[in-house]
């Protein structure tokens, strides 16, 4: 008898604890750009915190609905990003049909999950015909869904400002004729970088735009938040939508005093911060063990120091920002 009361007991602190669960989409619902900020249904700030998976073309084992389940309820992300290879062997121009089955596990994980998903074109050049033909499918099926996000353009190489910005156009033209709201991501020059290249020739006639910083704290620190500094005060809305805590590579040192001054920096100005990456390769930014299972569930033991920190990090900042 004692067995079963201490088992019945269980099970509702388990049940109460799964219904205890964020449900950010819930709670916030459709996004929109208030002048620099990020903004919910209601009127509030809101700042999304999550993790981006790796290359989808190198990473596919991982883009299935239970690790954003996993994500979700473990780490506390509010948000995932789906990083859809487009360039390499596997990606989207070699084999859009299996590359897109792939993000769609993820997007359909985030909708069930109730948190939100962000929809990378992961190349480093100007596709354009390619990204509007993938953008037209997205916008087309998930663009009701309060939960997407649309990230246009990884990380531009080698295009100018002009040619990003022309290509983004063009991409926003195609997504607004189909949703008319969700947030579009839009990227800037030299891997992200850039950013006071577009403060001094911002995008203007279209809503809910932002422009994607990417940073990694072993290699780029207070010269690159000047930069954001910059463009906030010229009005242009930022999000984060890579990082990690070691060197550009992916690899080499944690360095935890820089990737702090930049989680700060993104807590004092409400910006969103997405981390790299859910991958297993051996490389600091790998936040899973090689050979773990890709389903979720991870104990502390599958995960690398990276992988360790950031839950740790993704925990406490969904605690702060609820
Ligand atoms: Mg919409």
């Given amino acids: 008898m004692r067995l079963k009361l201490i088992a019945s007991v269980l099970f509702i602190a388990m049940t109460i604890s799964v219904n205890l669960q964020a449900q950010p989409v819930k709670k916030h619902g459709n996004l929109s750009v208030k002048g620099i900020q990020l903004t919910d249904e209601h009127g509030n700030a809101t700042v999304l ?3 981006s998976y790796g290359w989808h073309n190198w990473w596919s084992q991982f883009y299935n609905k239970e690790s954003v389940k996993w994500l979700a309820s473990d ?4 948000a995932v990003r789906a990083a859809m290879g487009v360039e390499p062997k596997g990606g989207y121009v070699d084999s859009p049909e299996s590359s897109k089955e792939k993000i769609e596990a ?8 109730d948190i939100y998903v962000l ?3 992961h190349s480093h050049n100007i596709r354009l015909p390619e990204a509007k033909a993938f953008f037209t499918e997205m916008a087309t099926k998930y663009g009701q869904h309060p939960n997407v996000i649309y990230e246009l353009f990884n990380e531009p190489v080698k295009d100018s400002w002009s040619q990003v910005k022309e290509y983004s156009v063009e991409l926003i033209k195609t997504i607004r004729a189909i949703d008319p709201d969700n947030i579009i991501l839009v990227g800037s020059p030299h891997w992200d970088q850039d950013i006071h290249l577009v403060a001094d020739d911002p995008i203007v006639g279209y ?12 290699t780029h620190g207070q010269s690159l938040r000047d930069r954001c500094d910059y463009a906030l005060k010229k009005g242009i809305p930022i999000f984060i939508s ?9 690899d080499g040192p944690m360095n935890y005093t820089e990737w702090q001054k930049w989680i700060d920096w993104c807590q004092s100005n409400k910006i969103s911060l997405i981390t790299w990456s ?3 390769k051996n490389e600091t930014c790998s936040m899973i063990k090689p050979g773990v299972s890709p389903l979720g ?14 839950r740790e990090l993704l925990r406490k900042q969904t605690e702060k920002n609820e």
């Fill in 106 to 113: 993820v997007i359909q994980g985030a909708i069930d999950n």
């Fill in 297 to 310: 569930n991870w104990k502390e033991a599958d995960l690398n120091e990276s992988g360790i920190k950031t």
């Fill in 278 to 280: 859910i991958s297993s």
């Fill in 119 to 121: 929809i990378d074109f």
């Fill in 75 to 78: 780490w506390k992300c509010s």
């Fill in 242 to 250: 890579e990082s990690a805590g070691m060197e550009a590579s992916g």
């Fill in 207 to 218: 809503n809910n735009i932002m422009y994607t910083c990417h940073f990694y704290a072993g």
């Fill in 49 to 51: 915190n999550g993790i």
